[in-house]
């Protein structure tokens, strides 16, 4: 490339005015764009005809200035929002964050990524400041990390932040899953991939999800002899779910992180 441009340079010295190209005629246009053109030497060392527009890339066509005079620029977006709070309270819903977009891509410059992300989450309490949410059959579970940004937030009224309970953890065997789980390709639904038969998983049980009377989480099986069939879902994809047994209950997990999970 860098001799064929050489080479062009030296033939507009010779020739002035042969070269013309994108910048000469101060064209550079998104997409597919037949009006967009001028006379000179195209990259496949054909003259005559060229075009300044961005399928250019594509067809072939592009003049031999094109990526000099129409510089790619990617999309740049901003930073994201905070968390919104759960659609709905005392069941399991989706929060939401966003992000702008600074910059719109050019040129056959980088798309912009997603502007918007999902998480699952479910609150404890009414709008009235009422305890709720403990009362599903389900176990309710998300990947351990939501628990980092779960502990900075008050959750429940009923837990005051000076509640320092150690909670707990249960190990279960599962037994079987929906297909769905292995679907999950968004950033923060992807643990679900990690869900498998006949895996020991751990789900810590820690406020707010621990009711705080009977300190225990929705769901956790601990009264199960171990024989039981208990049924699981997770949060952010109610197609993902499943069926595992208690294995036993623990002080603290200690099953590697992508099988470590929380109850919601």
């Known amino acids: 490339m860098r001799t064929l441009w050489l080479a062009l340079c030296a033939l507009a010295r010779l020739w002035p ?3 013309a190209g994108c910048a000469e005629a101060g064209r550079c246009c998104p997409g597919r764009d037949p009006a967009c053109f001028a006379r000179g030497w195209r990259l496949d060392r054909v003259y005559g005809t060229c075009f300044c527009d961005q399928a250019c890339l594509l067809t072939g066509d592009c003049c031999f200035d094109y990526a000099r005079a129409c ?4 999309c740049i977006v901003g930073e994201w929002s905070p968390w919104s709070g759960c659609a709905e309270q005392c069941k399991p819903t989706a929060r939401v964050r966003r992000r702008r977009v ?12 997603p502007l918007e992300e999902r998480a699952g989450c479910l609150e404890y309490s009414t709008l009235q400041g009422q305890d709720c949410g ?13 628990n ?4 900075r937030q008050v959750a429940s009224p009923q ?12 190990e279960f065997k599962t037994e079987s899953l929906t297909h ?9 639904t992807r643990w679900m991939q990690y869900l498998r038969e006949g895996y020991t998983v751990c789900v810590d049980c820690q406020p707010p999800a621990m009711n705080s009377v009977s300190l225990r989480c929705s769901g956790d099986g601990l009264d199960s002899d171990g024989n039981q069939t208990l049924h699981w879902q997770a ?3 109610p197609r993902c779910q499943g069926t595992w047994k208690k294995v036993r209950r623990v002080d603290q997990c200690s099953c590697p992180a992508v099988h470590s999970f929380i109850f919601i």
């Not at 980092?148 to 502990?151: D, G």
């Not at 837990?159 to 249960?170: E, L």
């Open 17 to 19: 005015g042969t070269l």
């Open 71 to 74: 510089p790619a620029r990617p």
């Open 102 to 113: 600074r910059q719109e891509p050019q040129n056959g410059g980088a798309p912009c990524p």
């Open 134 to 146: 403990h009362t599903f059959v389900p176990a309710f579970i998300t990947t351990s990390a939501f």
């Open 148 to 151: 980092k940004e779960r502990t």
């Open 159 to 170: 837990w005051s932040t000076d509640t320092q309970d150690p909670g707990y953890c249960m």
């Open 180 to 188: 769905h789980c292995a679907m999950e390709n968004r950033p923060l």
């Open 235 to 237: 949060i952010g994809n």
